[in-house]
């Protein structure tokens, strides 16, 4: 079983629609959680850091449950803009500074 | 800028050849790290520095694989003699405190022929 796991998709979304990304981890002891968007041959990029809260930064909902050791992203009001891959993050903590990346959930949001 | 930059960008090396690729972190960011990114999956974690040790190597995959960061700022990632199944991107990321996400670099993109 990896130790990130996620929906590749891809998902094919409408303007406007709402989308819900999730996430699995099995490392129980993982310390903080991320969601990076990555568009098409660029760098992965830093969207949101997730906490037990739940935490909002605009039009992203981010959610962690560490009971079920699951991670979710919502996307409102999706834009054109948003198309790419959304990687599910995870950092294992310990004496191991590296984050550890689900393979990606693809988004095409279509006019 | 003030970003992660990496260099070469792209890198196109025949099989059997060493490669050097580059890595200048974010300034004052104390903690390195190298991924390798295949074709249609997420990053995979390579090694970690933090200023000058290198505290983990454990996903270097064969002993062709090195790097170092001598004066805990620039690093160098090298492969010995490539082989066409180390074709990827190859991404640096630097932070202050992990807890907070790290900043990637553009990536190398490495071809072997």
């Given at each position: 079983?990896k130790?990130?796991?996620?929906?590749p998709?891809?998902?094919?979304?409408?303007?406007?629609?709402?989308?819900?990304?999730?996430?699995?981890?099995?490392?129980?002891?993982?310390?903080?959680?991320?969601?990076?968007?990555q568009?098409c041959r660029?760098e992965p990029?830093?969207?949101?850091?997730?906490?037990?809260?739940?935490?909002?930064?605009?039009?992203?909902?981010?959610?962690?449950?560490?009971?079920?050791?699951?991670?979710?992203?919502?996307?409102?009001?999706?834009?054109?803009?948003?198309?790419?891959t959304?990687l599910?993050?995870?950092?294992?903590?310990?004496?191991?500074?590296?984050?550890i990346f689900g393979k990606g959930?693809k988004?095409?949001?279509?006019? | 800028?003030?970003?992660?930059?990496?260099?070469?960008?792209?890198k196109?090396?025949?099989?059997?050849?060493?490669?050097?690729l580059?890595?200048?972190?974010?300034?004052?960011?104390?903690?390195?790290?190298w991924y390798q990114q295949a074709l249609g999956q997420g990053p995979e974690f390579l090694?970690?520095?933090?200023?000058?040790?290198?505290?983990?190597?454990?996903g270097l995959p064969s002993?062709?694989f090195?790097?170092?960061?001598?004066?805990?700022?620039?690093?160098?990632l090298?492969i010995?003699?490539t082989q066409q199944e180390d074709s990827a991107v190859y991404l640096?990321?630097?932070?202050?405190?992990?807890?907070?996400?790290?900043?990637?670099?553009?990536g190398t993109r490495l071809t072997v022929?």
């Amino acid at each position: 079983r990896k130790e990130v796991e996620q929906d590749p998709g891809p998902f094919n979304v409408p303007e406007g629609a709402t989308v819900a990304f999730n996430c699995t981890y099995s490392n129980s002891a993982s310390q903080s959680f991320f969601w990076y968007r990555q568009d098409c041959r660029k760098e992965p990029k830093l969207l949101m850091s997730v906490y037990s809260s739940g935490n909002e930064d605009g039009r992203f909902t981010a959610q962690l449950n560490r009971a079920s050791q699951y991670i979710s992203l919502l996307i409102r009001d999706s834009k054109l803009s948003d198309s790419a891959t959304y990687l599910c993050v995870v950092n294992p903590g310990g004496s191991q500074g590296n984050l550890i990346f689900g393979k990606g959930t693809k988004l095409s949001v279509k006019p | 800028g003030a970003g992660v930059s990496q260099s070469p960008r792209y890198k196109v090396a025949k099989r059997g050849q060493d490669v050097a690729l580059r890595c200048d972190p974010i300034s004052g960011h104390v903690s390195l790290f190298w991924y390798q990114q295949a074709l249609g999956q997420g990053p995979e974690f390579l090694t970690y520095f933090q200023n000058e040790a290198q505290l983990d190597k454990s996903g270097l995959p064969s002993d062709r694989f090195f790097a170092e960061r001598p004066e805990g700022s620039v690093s160098t990632l090298k492969i010995q003699r490539t082989q066409q199944e180390d074709s990827a991107v190859y991404l640096c990321a630097s932070s202050l405190v992990q807890v907070t996400g790290e900043f990637f670099g553009p990536g190398t993109r490495l071809t072997v022929l």
